[in-house]
């Protein structure tokens, strides 16, 4: 928001305008139309209150307001019922409103919030996440006290207050959790499982460590009280999962294709038939698997695509040198950006890059975590990367670390960071209302961190001085990038398939293996996330989306196209789905695909 104020204040004095002017100025007229818009920004900041920070009170830390720092959710089955409750009756308000002669954006913002409230209900009442997945309460409570010790927000005192109020309430979750859950499916109580150790060491060692400098007795002794509860009810929820609820998890993750369809449909405004989804899913793959191979053989044609793919993956940092590797990325990236005019990066603080949190090694390679659009204080970014964990067998650091060749290494420095999320992040202050700074897309999200990573080599970086797109450097780039595009594809149709009961879990990980081209420990991981995150097609959807957006902007801008005010034009309307830029952008409703 300081650079939103910075901007004005130019803005004020190019035009030779003082304060006296304003004051003269006359009062603007009250209309109809203003009425309008006042009563949905009321309604809205009433929604934000009453219907989605009152039951995500972890959220509204996560957005900088820190009202809500001492809450947590409640977890319970009446809990869940009040969230359903509040939902239907937002709905039925945002759904009355009379929209005649709303501007676009004010007509967009009720469609996201609308989408937002269809979207949860379906998942509360039909998909049921709350009553089959044991690791959304061990990991939702870890979540809790890591976006409160992750960021210096406020005094070490004043943060550790309300993490005590937050972890004073985290045992009765697990009561919650014991209540709820029926029949879980197998693999989301062995994820569940998985995780725990590394929960319990982040509360017993990261979370004490995080507020080692907060000196007051009273204080510490109330915190020690409740960290050790909270350690026991997550060391007795362990053994319930292991004991008690994993010979009894039988039940089926899948969404089928109705609440597939629904998912798509509100979370990201796509109502393409899931057959006609398909074949643009492996119209995709396809194509890259060609390039692939084309590739490939252009760095050594006496071998096979994998066997070349094998010999770059040995070539990867040490563990213990990757998050380094990741950081010595910062500097190329953002001098390529600046000097083609790729996209206006808003700010010259980087991202810190550190290690996954515990709760979510499970699931991901890398991720951006960056603060919330009304943060004031705490303005870090940070750039998780996961590490081999350290019980694992030399076999799995090495299937783990050959993930990382450095052409994968630049495509998820390109995605996480320069020009993909943080990017977008720093852009997201300048999203033209608090609906957009808070709701969005992940196939706007994920789809532009996916979109930059091929945007970026098709634009030239990485070519060495001399060289050319054939060049031995840029081409283990490329291979890198397409390697990633293959596994996003994967995705897609993974998730797609094994969600209509077209393809076993078994078949996934055989999927992600044959015709994604990852390492065996990669596609059990990929498939592990594909039960719980159904919609991951959205990387390549989104890339997708983006890309026509992009040619459909070139022909109706013609000369004045030019690839930097294209970004720039994208990224100010925050990260709604892609359906409602393409109309502020193009002016209508035609195909997203």
């Known amino acids: 928001m300081k650079a939103r104020t910075v901007i004005l204040a130019l803005i004020v004095a190019s035009v030779g305008l003082t304060a006296s002017s304003f004051s003269q100025a006359k009062k603007p007229t009250v209309t109809a139309k203003t009425r309008q818009t006042d009563a949905f920004t009321k309604l809205a900041d009433e929604f934000f209150d009453q219907a989605y920070f009152k039951f995500n009170p972890t959220q509204g830390t996560a957005a900088g307001l820190h009202r809500y720092d001492p809450q947590l959710e409640d977890y319970s089955r009446a809990g869940v019922d009040k969230q359903v409750a509040a939902l239907k009756k937002y709905r039925d308000q945002f759904a009355a409103e009379d929209t005649a002669n709303w501007p676009q954006e004010r007509i967009a913002d009720r469609e996201l919030i609308l989408n937002y409230i269809n979207g949860t209900l379906l998942e509360l009442e039909s998909i049921r996440q709350w009553e089959k997945n044991p690791d959304r309460y061990s990991s939702g409570i870890s979540n809790s006290a890591f976006v409160i010790m992750s960021r210096k927000f406020a005094p070490a005192d004043v943060r550790l207050r309300s993490l005590i109020a937050r972890e004073k309430q985290m045992p009765a979750v697990f009561e919650a959790a014991r209540a709820n859950l029926k029949n879980p499916p197998q693999v989301y ?26 000196h007051e007795k009273k204080l510490i002794a109330e915190f020690g009280q409740a960290n050790a509860g909270v350690v026991e009810a997550l060391r007795n929820y362990k053994k319930y999962l292991k004991d008690t609820l994993l010979p009894v998890s039988n039940g089926d993750f899948r969404l089928g294709a109705e609440n597939y369809s629904k998912k798509l449909l509100y979370d990201e405004m796509v109502d ?49 040198q990757l998050l380094q590797t990741f950081r010595n990325t910062f500097e190329s990236l953002q001098a390529f950006i600046n000097e083609k005019k790729i996209v206006t990066i808003p700010s010259k603080v980087e991202p810190i890059v550190e290690e996954t949190p515990p709760f979510a090694r499970a699931l991901t390679f890398a991720s951006m975590d960056t603060p919330g659009p009304f943060e004031k204080v705490a303005k870090e970014a940070f750039f998780n990367v996961t590490l081999p964990e350290p019980n694992w067998t030399p076999k799995e650091v090495t299937e783990h670390m050959a993930g990382f060749n450095r052409g994968f290494i630049i495509a998820t420095a390109v995605h996480e960071a320069y020009p993909g999320h943080y990017v977008q992040f720093l ?17 706007n999200a ?20 001399g060289g050319n797109q054939d060049s031995p450097e840029f081409l283990k780039l490329r291979l890198g990038q397409l390697q990633a595009a293959l596994m996003r594809d994967a995705r897609y149709i993974v998730g797609i398939q094994m969600h209509t ?27 592990r996330r594909g039960t719980s995150d159904p919609t991951y097609l959205y990387y390549t959807l989104g890339k997708l989306e983006i890309l026509k957006l992009r040619e459909d902007y070139k022909k109706l801008r013609g000369a004045k196209f030019s690839l930097g005010e ?4 994208f990224l100010k309307q925050g990260f709604p789905p892609v359906k409602l830029i393409r109309r502020q952008m193009l002016g209508n409703d035609s195909p997203i695909l």
Request: charged share 25%; glycine share 6%.
């Open 189 to 214: 109580t062995e994820v569940a499982l998985m995780q725990l150790p590394g929960i319990i060491n982040f509360f017993e060692k990261d979370v004490p460590l995080a507020f080692k400098d907060v």
């Open 272 to 320: 393409i038939p899931l057959d006609k989804l398909l074949e643009i899913g492996y119209a995709d793959l396809h194509k890259n698997q060609q390039s692939f191979k084309e590739v490939a053989a252009k760095l050594d044609a006496t071998k096979t695509p994998q066997q070349v793919l094998e010999q770059i993956g040995s070539e990867h940092p040490q563990p213990d």
């Open 427 to 443: 852009w997201v202050p300048y999203a033209p209302s608090k609906v957009r700074k808070l709701l969005g897309a992940n196939s």
């Open 446 to 465: 994920e789809g532009w961190a996916h979109y930059c990573e091929q945007m970026m080599l098709d634009e030239g970086y990485g070519i060495p001085k």
């Open 501 to 527: 009961g077209k393809m076993t879990f078994d078949e996934g990980v055989d999927f992600f293996v044959n015709e994604g081209r990852a390492t065996r420990a990669s596609a059990m991981r990929e498939t």
């Open 566 to 569: 294209f970004h720039n034009t």
